[in-house]
């Protein structure tokens, strides 16, 4: 069973970068045919996906936080990375990492077959 834990701090000061890494075990993220997405909720509102990388190290992004991301990976550690720069306040929320089944890019719903992390609070203030 795949298994997917985010890590972090919990405290990013404004216009800094926020770094996440999210290690993932019980699965290779080099597959085939898998995307491994960040996707965040801030308070009182929905998910909201930021972007995914998939089996090959192709990234993709939102649109409205393209500018403002990256996404990378260490398979030596089976790892992938997020990270957003010039955070502000907007950007509070909890950070999840997920995987969805073969060839399918979880955004921003959770369906079976995915896998998500329990997800870890980031709160962007000074």
């Known amino acids: 069973q795949v298994q997917l834990q985010e890590s972090g701090p919990g405290l990013v000061k404004p216009s800094q970068t926020l770094s996440l890494t999210c290690t993932v075990s019980g699965g290779s993220i080099t597959s085939n045919y898998y995307y491994w997405s960040w996707i965040r909720q801030p308070p009182g509102k929905g998910l909201e996906w930021i972007g995914a990388i998939g089996s090959g190290g192709t990234t993709y992004y939102s649109p409205s936080l393209k500018s403002r991301t990256s996404i990378s990976r260490d398979t030596s550690k089976n790892q992938f990375t997020l990270q957003l720069r010039f955070v502000n306040t907007e950007d509070t929320a909890v950070y999840y990492c997920?995987?969805?089944?073969?060839?399918?890019?979880?955004?921003?719903?959770?369906?079976?077959?995915?896998?998500w992390g329990q997800g870890t609070q980031v709160t962007v203030s000074s």
């Open positions: 997920a995987r969805g089944g073969p060839r399918e890019m979880v955004k921003a719903t959770r369906a079976p077959g995915h896998y």
